[in-house]
């Protein structure tokens, strides 16, 4: 079945220092691909979404690059920001259906 | 406008009572669903229903059934609860389409808590 694997956390960085989460998936086909955000005590919202092969999803400064050939969609930023501590949640969707599959999750706190 | 809301925010109760989460969605949105997250924020699915109709149904203890009386509304209703139902419950929706999988839109969450 379809599967995701990101990178353990939590990852602490210091104010602007740049991300990188990692983010490596199994699928079928040609999935989905998307990054979600779980800022404390709120439910998910979609980050940014990738639907094909080298499609870069960006928002807020985040960006995120579809590799087929390397089964992956790593996440960045350039520069976080105290405001940025969250969990980010890796996530397959298969085309034309609606089950997603997620990633473990990835807590990101940011220290000024 | 809140898009996804869910009734209560907490919910504490006895083990061995009955209780329902309500989740309504104002997007015209055709799926909804229901996931729970444990203490290590690990996602699972639940269930599914698109226009009223389950479509998802994972592997839950039959203590859990949902209801969609209509497409806008998935109410969640636990049976004889357990200590290890305590957990954050989301609903979510999404617009059903063929060609990609949707963005899903996402409650606040509830945060049961089986003492």
């Known amino acids: 079945g379809d599967s995701v694997t990101q990178m353990e956390g939590p990852v602490t960085l210091s104010e602007e220092a740049f991300l990188t989460i990692n983010c490596t998936y199994t699928?079928?086909?040609?999935?989905?691909l998307f990054w979600y955000v779980q800022y404390p005590g709120e439910g998910l919202q979609l980050l940014l979404k990738?639907?094909?092969?080298?499609d870069k999803g960006s928002n807020k400064g985040f960006e995120a690059t579809y590799r087929k050939e390397t089964t992956s969609f790593h996440l960045e930023k350039g520069s976080v920001q105290v405001s940025d501590s969250a969990v980010y949640f890796c996530v397959i969707g298969k085309r034309g259906y609606q089950k997603v599959t997620f990633g473990t999750g990835t807590k990101l706190q940011v220290i000024p | 406008d809140t898009a996804v809301s869910q009734t209560p925010k907490y919910l504490v109760t006895q083990m061995g009572n009955d209780k329902s989460i309500k989740c309504e969605q104002n997007l015209g949105h055709d799926t909804m669903y229901w996931y729970k997250q444990d203490s290590k924020k690990f996602l699972k699915i639940m269930f599914s229903?698109?226009?009223?109709?389950?479509?998802i149904n994972e592997t839950v203890p039959n203590r859990f059934s949902p209801k969609s009386p209509d497409k806008a509304h998935l109410n969640l209703h636990i049976n004889s609860l357990e200590l290890g139902d305590s957990a954050v419950y989301f609903c979510?929706?999404?617009?059903?389409?063929?060609?990609?999988?949707?963005?899903?839109?996402f409650g606040p969450g509830t945060r049961l808590t089986v003492l």
């Open positions: 979510a929706s999404s617009q059903a389409s063929g060609e990609t999988t949707d963005t899903q839109y």
């Open positions: 990738a639907t094909k092969a080298d």
């Open positions: 229903y698109n226009n009223k109709e389950l479509i």
């Open positions: 699928a079928t086909g040609y999935p989905s």
